[in-house]
């Protein structure tokens, strides 16, 4: 399983945030600023402030319940989570296909992430486009959704055709970097979990939570 998609965001928490952001004096910065030197020719988006209050107030919720929600923290093995900002894309805005930088000045990147705040029916297109091989997904969840995709792959986001979408993106250095050794993991976990949760503990069960942990000291950085 390389892509993840779950609730992060509670309404209210949803509410304060988009009210924050929607203020008319902060701080939006054309978004090539923090942009590759390739990926600058395909990005036209905006994007908060980093170092604004708001972005930090609220870059610091979003982080604290990524690492606080049990299937995030299963799937992606987080280390870090960093480069974390908000931004925003309006009618005739897009960004094309283009790669995430292996190591950003905030960290390696593993697994990019992407928090949705707005509801679906708020903005037409912009929807998120991950190019697995020969694959196309398309992303556009509801309003405090987010979707956690490996960085090593193309991706892309449609031009927004009427409205404005607003999201909050992101990366994770992983503790393991490669995506089959993190399913693999992944897949353990949540067997032994679901065990677990059906049977309760056993010692069998012992023995596969142990597995789990040790493969994690081999494979992990």
Known sequence: MNYLTCSLLNNEEIKTIKKELNISNQNWEDGKKTAGKQAAQVKNNLQLDRESDVSKKYTTLIIK???????????????????????????????GTHIDNAFMSTGRADLSFTVFLNKKDEYEGGELIVDDINTEHKFKLKEGDIVIYPSTYLHSVKEIDSGERLVCIGWIESYVKSIEEREYLFDIDSGARGILSKFGRSDELDLIFKSYSNLLRILGN
């Open 65 to 95: 319940k990524m690492l606080t929600n049990p299937l995030i923290k299963s799937f992606s093995l987080a280390k870090k989570i960093h480069g974390t900002m908000f931004t925003k894309s309006m009618r005739g805005m897009k960004y």
